[in-house]
């Protein structure tokens, strides 16, 4: 199945997909095949809507209502009030309390984080590399969510597929910044080199605030099909969803 899905607690609903083509939707082309997300890596625009359209309604929201991200590996949050055609600029998080929209983030080797407190009615999607790890934008992104009324305590969050700690092998230098910050991420890589686990820094980030994680999909790298951007370069990107569904849904 190329799309998965789940909730995080009442009235939120979460879906995955990898880049398996789904029946119905058409697929993109080499080097994008067949279920690219992404905007900015030169894929076919129709095609990319048209897997936005299909993820989207996957939680319950038109493809009209999904919102997405223009990251820079900071740790900015965008507060999405409103549908809107154009990504949030320069935020690597959205965080949104209405209803009915869909919150894109994409990835190939980053992880991508989605977030929810029902009882709050918040939700929140992270996009988060090496450099995301480094500046905590997860926990910006909590505490963007508490500014809308979310409690930690009460927050469900799915972290999905990313690189792992024994494929991402990175010079010593980056190994040391992002370890001071995130012990977690600290691995060695299949070539005895430094490594860094970075969906292991991500969870246990999560943890430590309180919320409860479950986990969706596995090593980017090594699995064909998710996209990776260290095994592939010019690629397409999986991406995940996460919307807050109206009181009557
Ligand atoms: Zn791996």
Do not use: K
Request: net charge negative; proline share 7%.
């Amino acid at each position: 199945m190329a799309i998965a899905t789940g909730q995080l607690g009442p009235r939120v609903r979460w879906a995955f997909a990898d880049r398996g083509a789904v029946d119905g939707v058409v697929p993109s082309t080499a080097p994008y095949d067949d279920f690219n997300v992404a905007d900015h890596v030169g894929d076919d625009e129709a095609a990319v809507r048209a897997h936005r359209a299909a993820l989207s309604a996957a939680v319950g929201v038109e493809g009209h209502r999904l919102v997405s991200m223009a990251p820079v590996h900071g740790n900015d949050v965008g507060e999405v009030g409103a549908p809107q055609p154009e990504p949030v600029p320069e935020v690597d998080a959205l965080v949104t309390r209405i209803p009915g929209i869909a919150l894109l983030t994409v990835a190939a080797d980053c992880v991508p984080v989605l977030l929810g407190d029902s009882g709050a009615g918040v939700v929140a999607v992270v996009h988060a590399g090496w450099r995301g790890i480094r500046s905590d934008v997860v926990g910006t992104t909590l505490a963007a969510m508490a500014d809308l009324g979310a409690d930690p305590s009460r927050m469900r969050a799915v972290v999905g597929p990313a690189v792992c700690g024994e494929c991402y092998d990175v010079p010593r230098e980056r190994y040391d910044e992002v370890v001071a910050v995130a012990p977690a991420a600290a691995s060695v890589a299949h070539d005895g080199r430094p490594g860094l686990d970075l969906r292991a820094a991500a969870v246990e980030r999560l943890r430590e605030a309180g919320v409860h994680v479950s986990l969706h999909g596995g090593c980017t790298q090594e699995t064909p099909s998710l996209y990776s951007y260290r095994r592939d370069g010019l690629t397409g990107r999986h991406g995940g969803v996460v919307a807050l569904l109206p009181e009557t849904a």
